[in-house]
């Protein structure tokens, strides 16, 4: 959990969730994607989003409205 909050903590990201042995990040744009591989020291892969993405999505948008 910890790593997670360290990557939402960057300003460009959106938000970071855990899809199985995955983290999935939400980026503001895709030319972000070479400061997360340099922050992060990983390869990044992009994805189209699933529904299981969205639902994370909304599910803390509207925890954060309550």
Do not use: W
Not at 1 to 27: D, F, Q, T, W
């Amino acid at each position: 959990m910890e790593r997670i909050n360290e990557i939402e903590a960057l300003p460009y990201v959106r938000e970071c969730s855990i899809h199985g042995p995955l983290l999935h990040v939400l980026l503001e744009a895709d030319e972000s994607i070479p400061l997360l591989e340099a922050q992060t020291g990983s390869k990044a892969k992009r994805i189209v989003p699933s529904l299981e993405d969205v639902f994370i999505t909304l599910s803390r948008q509207k925890r954060g409205e309550g």
